[in-house]
């Protein structure tokens, strides 16, 4: 495949930065990949690991002349980077970020980036526990979403490139309103994650049962919130503080059902809680058709014969 | 191996029952193992399948001449199980269950029990999200723990026998009082599967959220909850009926973290989220080096290179 951008800057070298620059180096996607992290030990590891042509101490430095610039940093930190780069963005470059809330992250943005830079903001609906330049690796993407949130009147040519760059990272790319995203990432991951830090942050806290006990005898279904809650701190606190309001609205319809179950359990109300459960079971085998998972048990995490 | 039980019956041939009846197959840890289901349907499967030696179309038939006798029917069906096979056991017989709950189990079975047949209640922490005699596998306890919470004065012997099979099919073998096994398995399981079918529940009513965006994007997060919530519903009922105390009393205290949590998000306390995030990320990385689970990314799901 041909280079769809010549000079590309990685504004943050972490785990989707450092994926992104391995993608596109296998795929020849990306002529020259420029990095910049504000921290000096992400920048020799990604000199070590070699995955950018060259790395910058600045990000005003790392996107001269660069006609992709990819702002790789927690939402809470993209509106100092686009400041600080604002000037120094080359005339027709297209910026995007991969901030998982999308509204908030225009908001910051948008007002730093001159005219004739096209503003395509976007999300890579992947992911792993890990942080950081080492945990990147080409396949990252490979069959997940990810989601593009043009604002009205974006040059329809400019998106069709940065499209063409997430496909060619392996991803399927959709296009939606800033704001629809933000709700639906609400129900799909911001709750879910807050949800799944709070019940470990319960087990931590019971003194009755031992913190080893937790660990020794989390296989079924504990195990899986430890994963969601093994994520980035920083990243996770500010896309809460940065979606706020839709995350509040889904949490408040989860109390509510949550609610109504225990309130099942309490008066031994079977069918309702057996007709609940039996609904469940739909979306999961709809996310196992979208291709989004395996079937295989447990995710395969048991060996099977 | 040489067989450790000449006669195992299993009662119920589900997950469990078939995923042992392959294990003690594949080590040579039992003589006959003969079977029995409720269902006509699932006692054809067994013997299409072959894992049992003898299928029996009553549980008082299943169990004659056992030394061994396994209750692996969903919690709320053990009371009348044993009641049918109690005049049937044979002297000196080992009974065990694989429930998820333990106290409300001993108090539906023990009575039903002669004298001079040990009751060894015990729960393998293991299982995908698939049910039925067609899903079990030889390897399903490898490495995971099983937990038996022997009455006290219960025989020796009797227990040491009891551990040698579970350890023979791979797995590790705890010893614990029942109602401490409940509140444990409160935390580790029961919460965080109620948990997730709430909010699988939340992102199925969700009107503004299609179902198939909710499954496309469930990527980050939602899609471990959607595993969780995916298990069968009949075990899931009766777990919270009769684990109810326990799981009431953790489901409280869930309530209580959430709104502070949530009332952080509100207020924009940055800090006390990161600090929160911060925290959980021990347990996670504890529960890896217990051996429990992987740390490949995404456990393995994202193909790394």
Not at 34 to 60: I, N, P, Q, T, Y
Not at 216 to 236: E, N, Q
Not at 289 to 302: K, N, S
């Amino acid at each position: 495949m041909s280079a769809i951008y010549q000079r590309v800057a990685l504004l943050g070298l972490g785990l989707i930065a450092s994926s992104m620059a391995h993608a596109m180096r296998r795929r020849g996607l990306a002529g020259h990949i420029a990095g910049h992290a504000k921290s000096a030990e992400s920048r020799d590891v990604a000199m070590e690991l070699g995955f950018v042509d060259s790395v910058h101490e600045s990000a005003a430095e790392a996107v001269a002349g660069a006609d992709l610039v990819v702002l790789a940093v927690p939402v809470g930190a993209m509106g100092a980077v686009a400041e600080a780069i604002g000037p120094h963005l080359a005339p027709g470059a297209t910026v995007t970020d991969v901030g998982s809330v999308k509204q908030s992250v225009i908001d910051a943005v948008a007002p730093h980036l001159p005219d004739g830079v096209h503003f395509i903001p976007g999300h890579p609906i992947a992911g792993t526990e890990h942080s950081g330049p080492r945990s990147g690796f080409a396949t990252l993407f490979e069959n997940r979403w990810w989601l593009l949130t043009p604002p009205a009147g974006a040059d329809p040519a400019a998106v069709v490139r940065l499209r063409a760059l997430c496909e060619g990272m392996g991803a399927n790319v959709d296009e939606m309103d800033a704001a629809h995203h933000d709700l639906v990432l609400a129900v799909t991951s911001h709750t879910p994650h807050l949800i799944a830090y709070t019940m470990v942050g319960v087990a931590d806290d019971l003194r009755r049962v031992t913190d080893s006990e937790v660990v020794k005898y989390s296989a079924a279904g504990f195990r899986d919130f430890t994963r969601i809650a093994a994520s980035d701190p920083v990243m996770w606190r500010d896309v809460f503080l940065s979606n706020r309001e839709a995350t509040l609205e889904i949490l408040g319809r989860f109390t509510e059902e949550l609610f109504a179950l225990q309130r099942a359990i309490r008066t031994g109300d079977g069918p309702l809680l057996h007709e609940y459960f039996t609904r469940t079971r739909a979306i999961r085998r709809g996310i196992i058709e979208a291709g989004q998972d395996t079937d295989a048990p447990d995710f395969g995490r048991v060996k099977r014969d």
